[in-house]
């Protein structure tokens, strides 16, 4: 079955340091991949997401996200968070006719 | 652009009442999208729409829930009877085409007591 696992629940990081967030995905083939970011109270907003091509893949507010086949993952990085980064991440999969979310990771910024 | 519309933006009802969800897509957008948030259960997609006609149901968790999308720019999700367990936070999101980009709304946070 197809599922998509972030390992990590909650994550601190101080204010300025690099950011790493992973993601893995169980899927036979290579999927569509994407990351969105939800602020409290917030929908859900896409910050880039890989379809082909390139599996170094630029998104917004400066986050990038990388595609390893070989390890079935779309980990997402920053290198240099700033406090507005304090969010909940979601790595998803899109797969036939099916969207998996993973189950979040939890972003706190400290100064 | 508004971007998706969704109200009501709170629902506080009994258990055993109707609920409806409505949701506006962005205008263009071929595909849209019900989900549901739950601390337990995480963001689960229920139902998917492509050019107006359901395609996945499959995550519809039961008869008691139903949606439709009778045009292009207006689509619901209905609970009857409602139950406490379906409290939770629904999403609606719209995208050009399924794959592409999903663009949610502000959520609809149902109580149902």
């Known amino acids: 079955a197809q599922s998509v696992t972030q390992p990590d629940i909650h994550i601190t990081v101080s204010e300025g340091a690099s950011l790493e967030l992973r993601c893995n995905y169980s899927?036979?083939?290579?999927?569509?991949l994407f990351w969105y970011v939800q602020s409290p109270g917030q929908g859900l907003q896409l910050l880039l997401k890989?379809?082909?091509?390139?599996?170094l893949v630029q998104g917004i507010k400066g986050f990038e996200a990388e595609f390893k086949r070989s390890q079935s993952s779309f980990n997402l990085r920053k290198p240099s968070v700033h406090w507005s980064d304090a969010a909940e991440y979601f790595c998803a999969v899109g797969t036939g006719n099916q969207f998996y979310f993973g189950t979040g990771t939890s972003l706190t910024v400290i100064p | 652009d508004a971007g998706v519309i969704q109200s009501p933006r709170h629902e506080v009802t009994e258990m055993g009442q109707e609920v409806t969800l409505r949701c506006k897509p962005i205008?263009?957008?071929?595909?849209l999208f019900w989900y549901r948030q739950t601390m337990m259960r995480g963001l689960e997609l229920l139902i998917y729409f492509n050019n107006n006609v359901p395609i996945d149901d499959s995550g519809m968790p039961e008869d008691r829930f139903s949606a439709k999308m009778p045009n292009a720019s207006f689509s619901t999700l209905k609970i009857q009877p409602s139950e406490p367990r379906d409290s939770a936070v629904y999403f609606c999101?719209?995208?050009?085409?399924?794959?592409?980009?999903?663009?949610f709304g502000p959520g609809t946070r149902l109580l149902v007591l």
């Open positions: 899927y036979g083939a290579t999927p569509y």
């Open positions: 205008s263009g957008h071929n595909s």
């Open positions: 890989y379809f082909s091509g390139d599996t």
């Open positions: 999101a719209s995208s050009r085409f399924w794959g592409e980009t999903q663009y």
